[in-house]
């Protein structure tokens, strides 16, 4: 099977260490993974802002990177809630046929990180270790966009000595939303804040989520308020082992 | 908050005010975490939810894709049942034809049983303008008219206000529009209930006209269905000669068999309740009894611009249950004023661009006013995809700009980005700035970034903001060959 990561822009340019934990997970599972170069952003950012045309390019190259490989994996639940439900509209928008067509070939088979490991290597214990009190926040897009259901706590129950600690009003959305975090910073601050103390209340020395975009801006939350929880992905975690802890 | 809806300041300015209410805050959040949970409760009693929805869902899409035809169905049989039925194309000429009618009756006084309809076209100021006082008879209204306020909820029109602030605006302002509330008045829930109904009676068995809204309207019978908590609708509906109903083109409703599916979803996803307690039919006259003169006022303003938005049209399935607003994030801090509408929350920032179209700074700020969690179409019972219909007015109110002279900072920075990801190298040089910025940085300990000037600041005044990694994932891959040389 030919698998290719897309690590996303974010990742990319801001935590590089969520794309090598998916790596060396993936590889010590036996897929060998790739990193076509020619990846940049599932164009995203530009969609959820109304910038429709301006995300024709990403979606572009998104899909001429990813051609012909079996498995696309990425670990965020927006980026691959925006390649199967948001590349279809902007290959509509640009009047490309050939696009409408590459999208609709691609698009299925892109997915996020969980549900690459449940769903289609059919594992649930990934031989982790990371002795820790753990809490998890379903982000919004892998909850409602994709439907991720509890991949990641299957998931984050087999780690060996993780203790794994609910979180109040988990499925409530932290506020980061893209450009909301800037356009409607005080509600988003607002939002944030009530996150961060249903994280604070946990007694979790981490918090894990599928997405950096919204652990960034909780953990940016987090940060001011010097709360000493650690913001970590789940990829991260799911590498984690005794040899090379995360 | 005094006044009206119009001129309102921008979504991210009425949330700041909002979001500085500690007490709204806290009122808010009570408020709609307590009627979450009732619905959540019974909507989980309900085996077939689902299916349900999708039976709503297609009863309203059906009734929209046939409107016209429906619509003068619903014309025939209202008209068969002895109700004089008119067209209204706008606010001001549905508010010309009530205000004619009570002129032509010689009334100085309405009661009205609560229509967001008549507020979303100010027909209160207009009859006040004629001289006619209009006295809104549901609870929550009552309280949002005397204290001079606006409606911050569709079904909880007054969620902002807490108790003792009910029982002070009672205690001033009723006696001078009417029977005053009583001296010993308190802040029970009980008391501040009975003062109201002593209030309200009075008018009720004075008023010789009422004005209702609909919550449907069915085509083929000619009946209007009005869908109640307190009774005071069907007072309204009963006891004055003449009756005059203000209806949304889009609350029409087939068949009445079709009514089924809407009468289960409203009330579990409206109020948390199985059931509501008053549900009123009506169709024309009915001789010597109930009014004797019945009018019917069809109204587009702007539903026939929101049917014609092939991705926009679902938000005319609405049936103004308002789960939407109780399970929104954003409308959960804010509250309902700083969406500027009669119709707040989820559906209102999709609504409101909708009627009135894109264009202005207050309504294209709305379809911005959400994070897209999509909480509110997990909500929906009748499943319009909100979150579909935002990203679409986006792009409606980016495009409405396209012809800019000066263009926004924001287009120039997605126009950059989007050069930016059309090719990997050029990425790949911005992001090699990045990493510089973070060799520098994190050379001198530094792991966040400190304040930001210009747009970064709406990050960083409340948030850190990591400082960036020294070497992008991207450069990781080719130095090591994805982590096989060290």
Same mark, same amino acid.
């Given at each position: 099977?030919?698998?290719?990561?897309?690590?996303?822009?974010?990742?990319?340019?801001?935590?590089?260490?969520?794309?090598?934990?998916?790596?060396?997970?993936?590889?010590?599972?036996?897929?060998?993974?790739?990193?076509?170069?020619?990846?940049?952003?599932?164009?995203?950012?530009?969609?959820?802002?109304?910038?429709?045309?301006?995300?024709?390019?990403?979606?572009?190259?998104?899909?001429?990177?990813?051609?012909?490989?079996?498995?696309?994996?990425?670990?965020?639940?927006?980026?691959?809630?925006?390649? !199967?439900?948001?590349? #279809?509209?902007?290959?509509?928008?640009?009047?490309?046929? /050939?696009?409408?067509?590459?999208?609709?070939?691609?698009?299925?088979?892109?997915?996020?990180?969980?549900?690459?490991?449940?769903?289609?290597?059919?594992?649930?214990?990934?031989?982790?270790?990371?002795?820790?009190?753990?809490?998890?926040?379903?982000?919004?897009?892998?909850?409602?966009?994709?439907?991720?259901?509890?991949?990641?706590?299957?998931?984050?129950?087999?780690?060996?000595?993780?203790?794994?600690?609910?979180?109040?009003?988990?499925?409530?959305?932290?506020?980061?939303?893209?450009?909301?975090?800037? &356009?409607?910073?005080?509600?988003?601050?607002?939002?944030?804040?009530? &996150?961060?103390?249903?994280?604070?209340?946990?007694?979790?020395?981490?918090?894990?989520?599928?997405?950096?975009?919204?652990?960034?801006?909780?953990?940016?939350?987090?940060? !001011?308020?010097?709360?000493?929880?650690?913001?970590?992905?789940?990829?991260?975690?799911?590498?984690?082992?005794?040899?090379?802890?995360? | 908050?005094?006044?009206?809806?119009?001129?309102?300041?921008?979504?991210?300015?009425?949330?700041?005010?909002?979001?500085?209410?500690?007490?709204?805050?806290?009122?808010?959040?009570?408020?709609?975490?307590?009627?979450?949970?009732?619905?959540?409760?019974?909507?989980?009693?309900?085996?077939?939810?689902?299916?349900?929805?999708?039976?709503? =869902?297609?009863?309203?899409?059906?009734?929209?894709?046939?409107?016209?035809?429906?619509?003068?169905?619903?014309?025939?049989?209202?008209?068969?049942?002895?109700?004089?039925?008119? +067209?209204?194309?706008?606010?001001?000429?549905? %508010?010309?034809?009530?205000?004619?009618?009570?002129?032509?009756?010689?009334?100085?006084?309405?009661? &009205?049983?609560?229509?967001?309809?008549?507020?979303?076209?100010?027909?209160?100021?207009?009859?006040?303008? =004629?001289?006619?006082?209009?006295?809104?008879?549901?609870?929550?209204?009552?309280?949002?008219?005397?204290?001079?306020?606006?409606?911050?909820?569709?079904?909880?029109?007054?969620?902002?206000?807490?108790?003792?602030?009910?029982?002070?605006?009672?205690?001033?302002?009723?006696?001078?529009?009417?029977?005053?509330?009583?001296?010993?008045?308190?802040?029970?829930?009980?008391?501040?209930?009975?003062?109201?109904?002593?209030?309200?009676?009075?008018?009720?068995?004075?008023?010789?006209?009422?004005?209702?809204?609909?919550?449907?309207?069915?085509?083929?019978?000619?009946?209007?269905?009005?869908?109640?908590?307190?009774?005071?609708?069907?007072?309204?509906?009963?006891?004055?000669?003449?009756?005059?109903?203000?209806?949304?083109?889009?609350?029409?409703?087939?068949?009445?068999?079709?009514?089924?599916?809407?009468?289960?979803?409203?009330?579990?996803?409206?109020?948390?309740?199985?059931?509501?307690?008053?549900?009123?039919?009506?169709?024309?006259?009915?001789?010597?009894?109930?009014?004797?003169?019945?009018?019917?006022?069809?109204?587009?303003?702007?539903?026939?611009?929101?049917?014609?938005?092939?991705?926009?049209?679902?938000?005319?399935?609405?049936?103004?249950?308002?789960?939407?607003? %109780?399970?929104?994030?954003?409308?959960?801090?804010?509250?309902?004023?700083?969406?500027?509408?009669?119709?707040?929350?989820?559906?209102?920032?999709?609504?409101?661009?909708?009627?009135?179209?894109?264009?202005?700074?207050?309504?294209?700020?709305?379809?911005?006013?959400?994070?897209?969690?999509?909480?509110?179409?997990?909500?929906?019972?009748?499943?319009?995809?909100?979150?579909?219909?935002?990203?679409?007015? #986006?792009?409606?109110?980016?495009?409405?700009?396209?012809?800019?002279?000066?263009?926004?900072?924001?287009?120039?920075?997605?126009? /950059?980005?989007?050069?930016?990801?059309?090719?990997?190298?050029?990425?790949?040089?911005?992001?090699?700035?990045?990493?510089?910025?973070? !060799?520098?940085?994190?050379?001198?300990?530094?792991?966040?970034?400190?304040?930001?000037?210009?747009?970064?600041?709406? +990050?960083?005044?409340?948030?850190?903001?990591?400082?960036?990694?020294?070497?992008?994932?991207?450069?990781?891959?080719?130095?090591?060959?994805?982590?096989?040389?060290?």
């Amino acid at each position: 099977m030919r698998v290719a990561l897309m690590v996303t822009c974010v990742n990319d340019a801001m935590f590089p260490g969520t794309g090598q934990a998916v790596v060396r997970l993936l590889r010590r599972l036996g897929v060998d993974v790739d990193f076509p170069q020619a990846q940049t952003c599932c164009g995203q950012p530009m969609v959820n802002t109304g910038y429709l045309d301006e995300a024709v390019p990403a979606v572009r190259s998104f899909v001429r990177a990813f051609e012909g490989y079996d498995a696309v994996v990425t670990p965020s639940g927006s980026c691959a809630g925006s390649a !199967r439900h948001q590349h #279809r509209l902007v290959a509509e928008r640009s009047g490309d046929p /050939g696009l409408a067509a590459a999208v609709a070939e691609t698009s299925p088979r892109t997915y996020e990180l969980s549900e690459f490991l449940v769903d289609v290597l059919g594992v649930t214990d990934v031989g982790a270790y990371f002795p820790h009190s753990v809490t998890y926040h379903p982000t919004c897009h892998s909850l409602r966009m994709l439907g991720v259901g509890d991949r990641p706590r299957r998931l984050l129950e087999r780690v060996r000595g993780l203790r794994l600690v609910d979180l109040p009003k988990a499925e409530e959305c932290c506020g980061f939303g893209g450009t909301f975090a800037l &356009k409607n910073a005080d509600t988003s601050v607002a939002m944030g804040s009530d &996150k961060a103390r249903h994280v604070r209340e946990t007694g979790a020395e981490v918090l894990v989520a599928g997405d950096n975009s919204c652990l960034m801006h909780i953990g940016g939350v987090l940060g !001011r308020g010097r709360a000493g929880v650690r913001v970590l992905h789940l990829a991260e975690i799911l590498a984690s082992t005794e040899e090379q802890p995360a | 908050m005094t006044g009206t809806f119009v001129g309102m300041p921008a979504f991210p300015s009425a949330a700041r005010a909002a979001l500085a209410d500690t007490q709204l805050r806290h009122n808010l959040a009570h408020a709609t975490g307590v009627i979450r949970g009732k619905r959540a409760a019974v909507v989980g009693e309900v085996d077939n939810w689902e299916e349900l929805r999708l039976a709503g =869902a297609a009863v309203k899409e059906r009734a929209l894709l046939a409107l016209d035809t429906q619509l003068v169905r619903l014309e025939e049989s209202l008209t068969a049942h002895g109700a004089v039925v008119h +067209w209204a194309r706008d606010a001001e000429e549905a %508010n010309r034809i009530v205000v004619g009618l009570a002129r032509a009756h010689e009334v100085d006084e309405v009661v &009205k049983v609560k229509s967001m309809l008549t507020q979303e076209i100010g027909l209160n100021e207009a009859l006040e303008a =004629a001289g006619i006082a209009a006295w809104e008879t549901d609870l929550a209204e009552l309280i949002v008219q005397l204290g001079g306020d606006l409606p911050s909820h569709i079904l909880v029109p007054a969620i902002h206000r807490n108790r003792a602030e009910i029982r002070e605006i009672f205690a001033r302002r009723m006696g001078e529009v009417g029977r005053p509330a009583p001296a010993d008045l308190t802040d029970e829930p009980a008391v501040l209930a009975g003062a109201a109904r002593e209030h309200l009676r009075e008018k009720f068995l004075r008023a010789r006209m009422a004005v209702s809204g609909a919550n449907f309207a069915v085509a083929d019978t000619g009946t209007l269905v009005v869908v109640e908590s307190e009774g005071n609708g069907r007072m309204c509906l009963t006891l004055p000669e003449v009756l005059v109903s203000i209806v949304g083109i889009e609350k029409v409703v087939p068949t009445w068999a079709e009514l089924d599916p809407l009468l289960r979803l409203l009330p579990r996803s409206s109020t948390g309740e199985r059931m509501n307690p008053y549900t009123s039919t009506w169709s024309g006259i009915t001789p010597g009894d109930g009014p004797q003169e019945v009018h019917v006022v069809l109204l587009d303003n702007g539903r026939t611009r929101a049917l014609a938005d092939e991705v926009g049209r679902q938000a005319l399935r609405c049936i103004r249950c308002s789960a939407c607003l %109780n399970v929104c994030p954003v409308y959960e801090r804010t509250g309902g004023h700083a969406y500027g509408s009669v119709y707040p929350g989820p559906i209102g920032a999709i609504l409101n661009p909708l009627l009135r179209g894109t264009g202005d700074p207050q309504t294209d700020a709305l379809p911005y006013a959400s994070s897209l969690c999509g909480a509110c179409f997990e909500a929906c019972p009748v499943r319009i995809d909100i979150p579909e219909v935002l990203v679409h007015l #986006r792009s409606q109110v980016v495009d409405g700009h396209r012809e800019d002279r000066v263009p926004k900072p924001e287009a120039v920075a997605f126009r /950059g980005a989007g050069w930016a990801f059309g090719d990997a190298r050029r990425l790949d040089r911005a992001e090699r700035l990045s990493s510089l910025a973070g !060799r520098l940085l994190r050379r001198r300990g530094r792991t966040s970034l400190g304040r930001l000037p210009g747009p970064g600041s709406a +990050w960083t005044d409340a948030r850190d903001l990591p400082a960036p990694p020294t070497e992008s994932f991207r450069d990781w891959w080719r130095r090591t060959d994805g982590g096989e040389r060290p």
